[in-house]
T-cell receptor, first 110, second 115 residues
């Protein structure tokens, strides 16, 4: 059973069309939830860490939020350069192992 | 550009070859990781080293052999690989704070093709 599920698998947006990506998790005792961005042929690039429900973090056009069961990555007025695969990962109590979702591939058309 | 470098960036090898992947981190971290990334699958943790000691071996076949000579360098030695081992191999590092929440920083990966 997947512990981290990301949806949708793929998302196409027009430039300027805001939307949200979802990451739901089933682990108990969440220590941290991470968002990464990955461009084709490159390693994941760290974006945010969220620690507790209600927490929000922002960076440019991206805003990450966290509840007890899921996290959202909101993209406001996206640009073509925001096109990438966005990965979510969780760290749970009693483990040093990051568990990743399969990612959401975002394409922003000009 | 991250503080984690990997070489080579691309590698093609036959099933009988022996090769090594190299990772170096310039962030002053004390923990390093190997991950495998295959198409349509989540990143899979392979090995974790903390303070140069292996702390996790995630049921990885013995044809993959890690080595961590110091806190800045990590190797993955490959031998007798199978075509299904073709994937992107990612190295990451973090600062191990013993129970804290450490962010892992990734290198660019080595794209491996096994023929």
């Amino acid at each position: 059973e997947d512990q981290v599920t990301q949806s949708p698998e793929a998302l196409r947006l027009q430039e300027g069309e805001s939307s949200s990506l979802n990451c739901s998790y089933t682990v108990s005792g969440l220590r941290g939830l991470f968002w990464y961005r990955q461009d084709p042929g490159k390693g994941p690039e760290f974006l945010f860490t969220l620690y507790s429900a209600g927490e929000e973090k922002e960076k440019e056009r991206l805003k990450a939020t966290l509840t007890k069961k899921e996290s959202f990555l909101h993209i406001t007025a996206p640009k073509p350069e925001d096109s990438a695969t966005y990965l979510c990962a969780v760290l749970q109590d009693g483990s040093e192992k990051l568990v990743f979702g399969k990612g959401t591939k975002l394409t922003v058309n000009p | 550009e991250t503080g984690v470098t990997q070489t080579p960036r691309h590698l093609v090898m036959g099933m009988t070859n022996k090769k090594s992947l190299k990772c170096e981190q310039h962030l002053g971290h004390n923990a390093m990781y190997w991950y495998k990334q295959s198409a349509k699958k989540p990143l899979e943790l392979m090995f974790v080293y903390s303070l140069e000691e292996r702390v996790e071996n995630n049921s990885v076949p013995s044809r993959f052999s890690p080595e961590c000579p110091n806190s800045s360098h990590l190797f993955l030695h490959l031998h007798t690989l199978q075509p299904e081992d073709s994937a992107l191999y990612l190295c990451a590092s973090s600062q191990d704070t013993s129970g804290g929440v450490e962010t892992q920083y990734f290198g660019p990966g080595t794209r491996l093709l096994v023929l």
